[in-house]
């Protein structure tokens, strides 16, 4: 007879998302699952430090009739679903209760059924389908003088106050945008390197430029191209490429997720098929590739390949350095570096690669911080949740204030940004891989 434990200590699993099923969006079916699941949250309540969807789960409990799940409203489960912004941190690092433990909590997952069936539902907000469209608002605000224009549009208070009435809040940090995107500069870095193969590695990536990074910080291509190129890594940017579909995966229209998909998979195959592994220089992208796209199409070989090649840049940076085939000459000291850790970079599980390869840097002291910024793509951008991500950012600005490092990093640009904004540092926030350029001195 098998022993009943009350948690589980085995290593997580993780069930494909059966999203194209009919199932998936019957209302009364999930409205079920949200309540048994919801019943055990209530029981266990780990979570409540993480994210706003727990508190907001709590008070609907604790403020019913019978406080009791039994006591919500269904038609209330929604708003505990508006908070989850899916980083996987409760799935990954609290919850005791997910596959393979008989009771199979996967909360996130759940929150993402409630989002698609509000999706097909009731559709989009016009502010919610701008925000996530991130590759045609960046094709459009990219355009030169455009983007001069749009830049400075956000930087003014009336814009903003009218942003504000949109749905936009006034005090969130906006990105600017750049005409030379960094496709269109990546044509100058490009040197052809003789790969080597080491520890998995091919030695010739391929870079998916991700929205973020090709619109809003393209100066990353190149400290990219630099780093990888001093390292003997032959380096490109992928030929084409579409959003990977997570600001739409985050608004449940999982049908624009599997477009994107259909667009992106058959060119970063061409490029498997060549010999080139993959990389992205935004967390939340690379885990699109590497975990949400398999766990949605989980028979699609083509995807599964993908999957295999693509790699974290420091990841994939740490493999060749295990393998004797990283340059650890670093002419330059960093001193202190205050690091933050993104959740979409943390449930990838392969360790804090980032602070290692940084750790190597003589008179360098990488300080992690692992605990959520509470930006999450749009969340610290609309005027009701706005708040709540500065709430769940400002432990983290306090401890950079606290450290007082020379650097503030981070591997997601607007995390990084978001943490800025709510600190007293000196400094703008920094990539990672910046940090590493400027070590090496290049």
């Known amino acids: 007879m098998k022993e009943k434990r009350e948690g589980g200590i085995d290593a997580p699993t993780r069930h494909s998302i059966e999203w194209q099923s009919e199932a998936f969006y019957d209302k009364e079916s999930l409205h079920n699952e949200m309540e048994r699941v919801f019943d055990v949250c209530h029981g266990c309540r780990r979570c409540v430090s993480l994210c706003d969807a727990f508190p907001t789960l709590f008070d609907l409990i604790d403020e ?57 539902e009731e559709g989009a907000s016009v502010r ?67 790969p080597e193969p080491a520890n998995g590695t091919t030695g010739k990536v391929a870079m998916f430029t991700t929205c973020y990074g090709n619109y809003n910080s ?137 602070a290692d390869i940084l750790g190597l840097i003589p008179d360098t002291n990488v300080m992690a911080q692992q605990r959520c910024s509470g930006h999450d793509g749009t969340y610290a951008v609309k005027t009701e949740t706005y708040d709540k991500a500065v709430k769940i950012g400002k432990p983290v600005a306090r401890n950079v204030d606290k450290q007082g490092a020379t650097y503030l990093a981070s591997d997601c640009p607007m995390a990084g940004s978001h943490i800025a904004a709510l600190s007293s540092h000196a400094e703008k926030p920094i990539h990672p891989m910046t940090l590493l350029r400027k070590a090496y001195g290049l």
């Open 64 to 120: 019913s009739d019978t406080f009791e799940v039994d006591g919500v409203d269904k038609a209330d489960y929604q708003k505990v679903a508006d908070q989850c912004y899916l980083c996987d941190m409760c799935y990954m690092s609290k919850c005791p209760y997910v596959p393979p433990h008989e009771w199979e909590i996967d909360f996130p997952h759940l929150m993402l059924r409630a989002k698609a069936v509000k999706f097909r």
């Open 218 to 354: 393209p100066h990353l291509g190149e400290d990219f191209f630099k780093v990888f190129q001093h390292n003997g890594i032959h380096i490109e940017i992928v030929g084409k490429e579409k959003c990977c579909g997570m600001p739409k995966m985050e608004l449940g229209d999982l049908e624009s997720v599997a477009r994107a998909k259909e667009e992106n998979i058959p060119e970063l195959l061409r490029l498997v098929e060549q010999g080139y592994d993959l990389i992205g220089p935004v967390p939340s992208c690379v885990l699109m590739f590497k975990q949400e796209l398999p766990l949605m199409f989980p028979d699609d070989p083509d995807v599964a390949r993908v999957q295999k090649a693509f790699f974290d840049p420091f990841e994939y940076l740490f493999l060749r350095h295990k393998a004797g085939k990283l340059n650890t000459e670093f002419p330059l000291p960093l001193g202190d570096i205050s690091y933050h850790v993104a959740c979409h970079l943390r449930v990838q599980n392969i360790g804090l690669k980032t």
């Open 128 to 194: 919610d389908k701008v925000l996530s469209s991130t590759d045609f608002v960046g094709s459009m605000a990219t355009i030169p003088v455009v983007d001069v224009t749009v830049n400075a549009l956000n930087k003014n208070s009336a814009f903003r106050g009218l942003l504000h009435k949109a749905g936009v809040h006034k005090d969130a940090t906006v990105p600017e945008y750049h005409s030379q995107t960094m496709r269109r500069q990546a044509r100058s870095y490009a040197r052809e390197l003789t």
